[in-house]
């Protein structure tokens, strides 16, 4: 079997361990940037020359261009274009998962950050609060704001920033993730991405059996979204899940047996995309 990797990491230790496993198995693997080289990306891939499946864990705008290509052209990819999209833009996330009774914040979107320094925009209250870019990117804007004039100086430095501004959720300093492939989850525990941990801690809280009403949220958070390889950030609000982000193919390091899995995963089908959002 044929197995390629939209990539510009292949030595990330998640698909490092994966591939490995795959050769060892006898399949092939090979690996692709989607942003090397200019132009369609019949420049990039052969449409009569296609691999068996192809895992998207590139986000960029080439990229998804790329995998509709390949989907276009009867290509398995996990996870499929349109999911990978959708978590992206983290206002058409929070509507889907809102339509879908799952637990995140309240949200709402504006085209430019600069919007928020007057009219029915601008927050005089609900401090604190979460300011996120809009389109989900590396060195994109998450932050914490406190109050108006805090807010003010962001929306200078951001000003034509599209941005999502959410309630801030209360925790305990420690954000839990959770990382799905193929209906496995697993667990792990990271400083939250705003805020110290609790009493200047140093190490994270040992992840043990996480209570089942996670693991069912996390899987189900899989379905609304159609992903097969997925992430979901969870805060414990007074011993509550609430889901703060949902991120497709994320950089998974740690759990053991995650790479077995996804090595599992490329052998298998994947579920389609999630309803309305066809490539």
């Not at 999911?83 to 983290?90: G, K, M, P, S």
């Not at 979107?109 to 300011?131: F, K």
């Not at 932050?143 to 209360?170: H, I, M, T, Y």
């Not at 979901?232 to 703060?244: I, K, N, Q, S």
Request: glycine share 8%.
């Amino acid at each position: 079997m044929r197995v390629c990797l939209l990539t510009d990491k292949p030595d990330h230790p998640l698909l490092a361990a994966a591939s490995s496993a795959l050769i060892e198995a006898g399949h092939r693997v090979t690996f692709l940037n989607p942003d090397t080289g200019t132009g369609s990306p019949s420049n990039l891939v052969t449409p009569d020359d296609l691999a068996d499946v192809y895992l998207l864990k590139a986000h960029t705008p080439r990229a998804l261009v790329l995998a509709r290509f390949l989907e276009a052209h009867g290509a398995r990819v996990v996870n499929s274009a349109a999911a990978t999209e959708l978590c992206q833009d983290r206002s058409r996330t929070a509507a889907v998962a809102e339509d879908a009774g799952l637990p995140m914040p309240r949200t709402r979107t504006l085209d430019a950050l600069s919007e928020a320094l007057h009219g029915a925009a601008r927050p005089e209250s609900g401090y604190p609060l979460m300011v996120k870019s809009r389109h989900s990117r590396r060195a994109d804007l998450v932050a914490r704001v406190d109050g108006p004039a805090e807010f003010r100086d962001l929306a200078v430095k951001w000003s034509d920033e599209p941005v999502v501004l959410q309630e801030f959720v209360a925790n305990s300093g420690w954000d839990h993730k959770l990382w799905v492939i193929a209906g496995e989850v697993f667990a792990g525990v990271r400083p939250a991405p705003v805020g110290a941990p609790p009493d200047g801690a140093q190490s994270a809280p040992l992840v043990r059996d996480l209570p089942q009403s996670w693991t069912r949220l996390a899987l189900h958070t899989g379905e609304v979204f159609g992903l097969d390889v997925y992430g979901v950030d969870v805060l414990d609000r007074e011993g509550a899940p609430v889901v703060v982000d949902i991120n497709a193919f994320p950089g998974i390091r740690g759990p053991k047996g995650a790479p077995a899995a996804l090595a599992a995963l490329a052998l298998r089908r994947p579920r389609p995309g999630p309803p309305g959002y066809e490539a």
